[in-house]
């Protein structure tokens, strides 16, 4: 065999290993996520929640948004994604913190069952402006 033909070879070997662990990764995370969304239509049905979905950034020292609006009664769910280091996305009337890291974003979700405008702010100390790391929900 030539070292030509033995390189392709390997590469070739290097190329399906690949493709086998892709595959399996994906169909994993498909599986999860589809029995998540299933349980939550589920749920969504049962209650009537309508479902309001967002995507939140957190960096030194805010949030992006940092405002969202929501109805009274909607299942509101927050994916949270960090820009530089590890922060926190905490709702005390809701009783939910979602952190974020820059390896995992955070999910968390709630109803919101009362009207009014609800601060977060971030659990994780993260620097010298943490404590001023806040947003508002809007609950109309
Ligand atoms: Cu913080």
């Given at each position: 065999m030539t070292s030509k033909k033995r390189t392709a070879i390997s590469l070739f070997t290097i190329l399906v290993l690949t493709l086998f662990l892709l595959a399996a990764c994906t169909s994993q995370q498909t599986t999860s996520l589809s029995e998540n969304t299933k349980s939550m239509l589920q749920n969504s049905e049962q209650n009537n929640n309508i479902l309001k979905e967002f995507f939140v950034e957190a960096f030194q020292f805010g949030y992006s948004p940092s405002e969202l609006h929501v109805t009274e009664g909607d299942r509101v769910v927050i994916h949270l994604a960090t820009r530089d280091v590890p922060h926190s996305l905490n709702f005390r009337e809701f009783e939910i913190n979602i952190p974020a890291t820059a390896e995992k974003n955070g999910t968390g979700e709630f109803i919101a069952n009362k009207k009014g405008r609800f601060t977060w702010n971030c659990?994780?100390?993260?620097?010298?402006?943490h404590s001023d790391m806040h947003g508002i929900l809007v609950v109309e």
């Amino acid at each position: 065999m030539t070292s030509k033909k033995r390189t392709a070879i390997s590469l070739f070997t290097i190329l399906v290993l690949t493709l086998f662990l892709l595959a399996a990764c994906t169909s994993q995370q498909t599986t999860s996520l589809s029995e998540n969304t299933k349980s939550m239509l589920q749920n969504s049905e049962q209650n009537n929640n309508i479902l309001k979905e967002f995507f939140v950034e957190a960096f030194q020292f805010g949030y992006s948004p940092s405002e969202l609006h929501v109805t009274e009664g909607d299942r509101v769910v927050i994916h949270l994604a960090t820009r530089d280091v590890p922060h926190s996305l905490n709702f005390r009337e809701f009783e939910i913190n979602i952190p974020a890291t820059a390896e995992k974003n955070g999910t968390g979700e709630f109803i919101a069952n009362k009207k009014g405008r609800f601060t977060w702010n971030c659990r994780i100390p993260c620097g010298f402006g943490h404590s001023d790391m806040h947003g508002i929900l809007v609950v109309e």
